[in-house]
């Protein structure tokens, strides 16, 4: 099963998306977006982007080449000379307004085949236990059970590990480090923060409370996909 964003600024578009994802056996729906704003926060979180591309605040394609690491892209829209741009995107798909339900399912099918393979070629690569930071003109070996959450600051970071009092800092991207770890066990949850999912002792939708009693934030942007991480979550 796939994880799907769907985002148009047409709320009867949207809502046919929704209907169609609702009859796709293949798709869990993340979030149905108006706005690229929305969408932001559920981006690392899904499997495939629908999207339409004339939207008045970003196009699609422009949204698309903003992205640091876009899932998968089908695009839908109205005007068929978009497609070629699309795919200069890497668009892996292409619904050209009005689609049917067969179409969408078709294309939805075509994303659930790529990830399917991309999953079981990362289940035959070992997760990293270890990450490897500069610190003080030395390499530090860090494994990602000892960490609880990661803090920015501008160009650095602290790391909150068990065993250590003081948290490591280190030279790295708040960015870059989301893109190391296992999305299923750490989640961003502030444009500051990143937390281990398996440390939070207490949460609501605006705050979050350690295992250490550490407080931690839930950005604005960031609410609606942790909301969905809270419901999701057994």
């Known amino acids: 099963m796939i994880k799907a964003l769907l985002l148009d600024d047409e709320p009867l578009a949207l809502r046919q998306l929704e209907l169609y994802a609702g009859k796709t056996p293949c798709v869990q729906l993340l979030a149905a977006c108006t706005g690229v704003a929305q969408a932001r926060a559920f981006v ?28 998968l892209v089908v695009f839908t829209t109205a005007y068929a000379e978009y497609a070629l741009e699309g795919f200069r ?29 991309r999953r079981k070629a990362a289940a035959m ?10 610190t003080d003109y030395k390499t530090v070996r860090v494994a990602l059970s000892r960490l609880r959450y990661a803090e920015s600051m501008s160009e650095y970071l602290k790391l909150y590990l068990d065993g250590q009092a003081a948290p490591l800092v280190v030279l790295y991207s708040l960015k870059h480090l989301m893109e190391q770890l ?15 999912l398996s440390r939070i002792r207490e949460a609501s939708a605006t705050g979050i409370i350690m295992e250490d009693g550490a407080t931690i934030p839930v950005g604005e942007s960031y609410r609606a996909a942790f909301r969905t991480w809270l419901a999701l979550k057994p």
């Open 89 to 117: 995107v890497n668009a892996v798909g292409y619904l050209l307004k009005p689609f049917s339900l067969a179409d969408f399912q078709k294309e939805a099918e075509k994303v659930d085949r790529i990830v399917a393979m």
């Open 125 to 134: 690569a070992p997760e990293p236990d270890f990450l490897s930071f500069k």
């Open 182 to 196: 296992p999305r299923e066990r750490f989640m961003r949850v502030h444009r500051s923060y990143i937390v281990a």
């Open 44 to 71: 690392e979180q899904a499997d495939v982007l629908f999207v339409d591309i004339n939207m008045p605040d970003m196009n699609g394609l422009d949204f698309v080449r903003s992205l640091e690491n876009p899932p």
